[in-house]
């Protein structure tokens, strides 16, 4: 049985140390993590036959040791019932020496230790084993088997060895009664069962070595190389090579129909990604086409809406230039008043050309730093006059939430955007109202950087919803010609988005829009540097 054991440990260190020279302690400290799958199921299939062989060799072994005993003590009884009758014929007749020559001829067995023949007191009367001779003079248990006349099997230790015995009762005379000891080494037993042991382990290893053999080669050619297929196949496909196939195995197994599903798989999501690009196609065709249509539209309503505007002032210049060629004896008076009005006209084309001039024209910014109240101050300065003449109250209201705001920007063109946007609110109050001008109360956050809010708010008509997401549209207006270019938004977002800000256009629930210019606000640091 330890045999069995050793080869067990044996076998598993010997697989458990792999191609690499790994050791089983390696393994079993961590490693055992990145074993392939085929070390892990040759290890755990080794570990559960070696278990069972090694049950089953324990129990063959203690079967063969329970069969082994058996035998022996068969033999030993027969031997005893044998020599109780030779033995009882031999005291009939008288012949007491033929029970001596047949106790000696016993002892020339080498399956027999020894024959003792005891008298009806239990004394030793003769020996077949003459080194153990004088040792007993008489047994108890001969003695016990003289009184009772029942035989005893015993299990003892005689000359340093281990031997079974029988004592058996045999009828010296019809009034007298003796016994005899016949004993057998049990070294045959363990010589057997050694023997046994050996047998069975050298089974077990060759059953080991037949199935590792056979669990590699199936594994190998029916489970490992199947996945290493489909695993490169994932890979493939996963790097985007979709034309990529496995190689299914035969026989219509379970890894088989895996196989073919991949292949079905990989089918499927070519075709998927091909109408994928069909469709993104589709999609970028569209979208250009939309585009190239948003552009001619935008050209389009650019070209109405400069034709629009210089129309007018063209057409009352024309007119006041065929006057003067008409009327060339005109007093001067009337003459000065007709020039007057074609530089008048002359200076509205020049403004359109201006403004669409900073539409287009990158700006070269002067900055510095600047606080939201002078803005709006200086703001407020040069539109009180049109203010009052539209009967616009302007109220202000500073910074009272104890923020030391201050932006970075060009002055004057942070005026002029603020400016237009008055200018818009105070056209949507023709019949007076209420202008508020203040520094936004919350403030916002992108990409980790503060903005301050400045806002533009009035009572008058407000913004129809359809027009809020073309109010900053060049030429886009809904004033009365001659009120108006519609380029004033759009060069206020202009100069904001110069300044890395944005514009918010909304109308109020009490009535009226309101505008906010969102600027990039300097953080505390960059101040005090």
Known sequence: ????????????????????????????????????????????????????????????????????ARALRNELQAHAVTLQLTLEDSYRAGRIGDAQRLIDHLSENPRVFSVILFDENGRVAMFSNPLEAGKIVESPDAQRVIATGAPVEIVRRRGGSEVYSFIMPIRISAARRGAFEISQPAEFIKADYARARRDIALITLALFAAIIAVVLLVMRYNLLRPIKELLGGAKAVGQGDLAYRVVTPSGGNEIAQLASEFNRMAESLAEQRLAAERQAEGRLALERELRQSERLASVGRLAAGVAHEMGAPLNVIKGRVEMLRENAGAPAEKRARNLDIIGAQADAITDIVRQLLTLARPFNL????????????????????????????????????????????????????????????????????????????????????????????????????????????????????????????????????????????????????????????????????
């Open 1 to 68: 049985m330890r045999m069995a054991g050793n080869l067990l440990r044996n076998s598993l260190n010997a697989i458990r140390k792999g191609r690499d020279g790994v050791s089983a302690d390696a393994l079993l400290a961590g490693k055992v993590r990145r074993m392939s799958l085929s070390a892990r199921l040759i290890l755990l299939l080794t570990i559960a036959v070696g278990v069972v062989m090694a049950l089953g060799g324990y129990f063959i072994l203690r079967q063969r040791e329970e069969i082994l």
């Open 366 to 529: 002067r900055r510095e730093a600047i606080e939201p109240s002078r803005l709006i101050s200086t703001v407020v300065e040069l539109i009180e006059t049109d203010a009052a003449k539209s009967g616009v109250k302007v109220e202000v209201i500073g910074n009272n939430h104890h923020r030391p705001d201050v932006v970075e920007g060009d002055l004057a063109l942070l005026r002029q955007s603020l400016m237009n946007i008055c200018i818009n609110a105070l056209h949507a109050m023709a019949q007076g109202g209420r202008l508020l001008i203040e520094v936004a109360p919350e403030e916002r956050r992108v990409n980790g950087g503060p903005f301050v809010g400045l806002r533009v708010s009035d009572n008058g008509s407000g913004i129809p919803p359809e027009n809020l997401a073309h109010i900053f549209d060049p030429f886009f207006t809904t004033k009365e010609v001659g009120k108006g270019t519609g380029l004033g938004l759009s060069v206020a977002r202009r100069i904001i988005e110069e300044h890395d800000g944005w514009i918010e256009a909304a109308n109020r629930e009490e009535g009226g829009a309101a505008f906010t210019i969102w600027l990039p606000a300097i953080p505390d640091d960059g101040r005090r540097r």
